[in-house]
């Protein structure tokens, strides 16, 4: 059964807190993205990898940190330097950079 | 990266044929047209992605002009659960890295 996914689906932290986010495919694809989405809006890229060991910042890569040591996985985690991390996060891989995009169910982060 | 326009929300009843719109003024040659489909609180999910004329899929189809400045999907004879954001992309090539833009979306409600 081939798929992404992410875990866990709820996910609550203490302000001030690290926080990892996990992403993980099986559909053998070179590329992996992560996506913020808050409420009523669109999806911002905050990191993606073309290719193991290899990663770039999106628009809104301040306070997250990422890494690629694997092919099928792309961990974010959050920092205590992100500001508002409330927020649901979309992990997405493609087989290639410029194809189609598969999103994962997401991870919903609260931070009280 | 080239930037899409939506309408904000549509409401449609429910067995009619919905065309949703997104304009694309900046487009570049290499550029291609995909469109995602979102329910709250889950991953996007990927209907149909096009370059020029039509493209169609069990889903929907894609009309796209000669200009490709904008493009047209067309959802036929819309079901309830066919209420979700609708969002439209143009694939945008930036320092050799190919990054897609996700925009508010359109909301489209499918009424009874």
């Known amino acids: 059964d081939g798929g992404i996914t992410q875990s866990p689906k709820y996910l609550f932290r203490k302000e001030g807190q690290n926080v990892t986010l996990s992403c993980e495919q099986n559909l053998n694809h070179d590329a992996m993205y992560w996506y913020r989405q808050d409420p009523g809006q669109g999806l911002r890229l905050i990191y993606y990898?073309?290719?193991?060991?290899?990663?770039q910042k999106g628009d809104i890569a301040e306070g997250y940190s990422v890494s690629r040591e694997k092919k099928e996985s792309f961990p974010l985690t959050v920092t205590s330097a992100q500001k508002n991390p409330t927020a649901f996060y979309l992990c997405?891989?493609?087989?290639?950079?410029?194809?189609?995009?598969?999103f994962g169910p997401g991870t919903r982060l609260t931070v009280l | 990266l080239a930037k899409t326009t939506q309408p904000i929300s549509m409401d449609s009843y429910e067995g009619q044929e919905v065309n949703i719109t997104c304009s694309h003024n900046n487009i570049a040659t290499n550029d291609y047209i995909t469109w995602y489909q979102q329910f709250p609180s889950q991953g996007p999910r990927f209907i149909i992605q096009g370059y020029k004329t039509k493209v169609t899929n069990e889903v929907a189809s894609l009309f796209i002009p000669a200009d490709r400045k904008s493009s047209t999907l067309s959802l036929p004879r819309v079901s309830l659960s066919d209420t979700a954001v609708y969002y439209c992309?143009?694939?945008?090539?930036?320092?050799?890295?190919?990054?897609?833009?996700f925009g508010k979306g359109n909301q489209v409600v499918v009424i009874p």
């Open positions: 992309l143009v694939g945008d090539r930036h320092g050799g890295n190919n990054r897609l833009a």
């Open positions: 997405a891989s493609s087989m290639r950079p410029d194809d189609t995009q598969y």
């Open positions: 990898s073309q290719i193991v060991n290899d990663f």
